[in-house]
């Protein structure tokens, strides 16, 4: 199932609900998936379309009749409705990581392709609801005809000009390569190609960089500082123009425009504690507004890194109101069920919109 570890499910509940009311603390509207399959259920008009899209037509009638509760619980849980004669499916148990089954590049909605079987009706969902909900049915798709791979968590949209892909166990560069110009088309002016190690511990860029102020960044250092660099690959930087490549992700930053960089170290200068806080995910924090980023309390040593760079430690839980823009934040929640997963704060959203 992806997930490395049998997860307390009354626990890890409870961490990410927490997480969403602290997200909802900050003025930030939070829309929840299963309300979104809920809506479209209720709605006659749009039930019968969504279910024989997702389903096959078979499948798809022997539902029918089924209740929306009995049909939200098939969808995730894998459990046939009473009487359906449907067979019972493999849950979809990563559904919270919203952020690997697509993106939103600038206004535009690009869909996921999914590298294991297992995720791939999770990455179906999600499409499925864009394009039956009301309100995001208008949303133009970046649709491709690709048998490559590609996930949310390996893109990240860092500035009006730059994407980053990270080139991964789950994102193929030459699925990048059939996507840029759709990209360029959009008006992104460049696309950083990162390569990583297929291996799990770096499944996706969000594992190892993620974007926390707008010239500071989180990073894993052995492999984006240059110890554990794989020395046959670079960085990519593809444009109209045509492509260059770098030999660290800080150097290309700079050749798009990002100067002066900071890297906030995941883990501090200690080689295990890097590498401890990294498989926590010390470096998958999403930012949810210029210089306040979240984290997981236990990521103490990424956290004294974070304090070095000026920033305010604070539980997600003692916050009840909107923080200051003044100053800079690492807030800290719960995550010592969600991180056995081998997930972060970044994984756990899909951005729709950004203000």
Same mark, same amino acid.
């Given at each position: ?140 798709? *970046? #649709? ?6 590609? %996930? &949310?968590?390996?893109?990240?949209? $860092? ?5 980053? +892909? ?105 080689? *295990? #504690? ?6 926590? %995910? &010390?470096?998958?924090?999403?930012? $949810? ?5 979240? +984290? ?60």
């Amino acid at each position: 199932m992806l997930i490395d570890d049998i997860v307390d499910h009354d626990v890890i509940k409870m961490e990410h609900q927490k997480f969403v009311s602290f997200l909802r603390t900050q003025n930030i509207t939070v829309i929840e998936q299963e309300e979104l399959l809920k809506s479209i259920l209720l709605d006659g008009g749009l039930r019968d379309g969504f279910l024989n899209y997702y389903f096959n037509r078979d499948i798809a009638d022997k539902l029918a009749s089924s209740s929306v509760i009995d049909i939200i619980n098939y969808i995730y849980n894998g459990v046939p409705p009473r009487y359906s004669n449907v067979k019972r499916i493999i849950p979809i148990v990563n559904s919270m990581f919203t952020r690997d089954s697509g993106v939103m590049l600038g206004g535009y909605y690009l869909p996921g392709r999914a590298t294991y079987e297992v995720r791939k009706r999770e990455f179906s969902l999600i499409e499925s609801i864009f394009r039956f909900h009301k309100d995001y049915s208008t949303v133009e798709h *970046l #649709d491709y005809n690709s048998n490559g791979t590609i %996930d &949310g968590g390996d893109v990240q949209v $860092i500035s009006e000009d730059v994407v980053l +892909i990270g080139v991964s166990e789950r994102t193929s560069i030459d699925t990048i390569e059939i996507l840029k110009n759709l990209i360029f088309a959009i008006w992104f002016k460049y696309i950083v190609a990162v390569n990583l190690p297929k291996r799990r511990s770096a499944m996706h860029l969000d594992t190892v960089f993620t974007m926390v102020n707008t010239k500071e960044c989180v990073v894993y250092p052995p492999l984006i500082l240059g110890s554990d660099i794989d020395k046959s690959s670079s960085v990519i930087i593809l444009s109209k123009n045509g492509r260059e490549e770098i030999g660290d992700l800080i150097s290309a930053l700079s050749y798009v425009g990002l100067c002066d960089m900071t890297p906030i170290l995941c883990g501090g200068n200690d080689i *295990l #504690d890097q590498e401890r806080e990294q498989w926590t %995910d &010390g470096a998958n924090c999403i930012s $949810i507004a210029p210089g306040h980023a979240i +984290i997981y309390n236990r990521n103490k040593r990424t956290i004294e890194e974070f304090k070095k760079n000026w920033y305010l430690y604070i539980q997600a839980e003692k916050v009840y109101a909107p923080l200051p823009l003044k100053h800079k934040f690492i807030i800290g929640i719960d995550g010592f069920e969600l991180s056995r997963t081998r997930v972060g704060s970044h994984c756990l959203t899909f951005p729709l919109f950004r203000s």
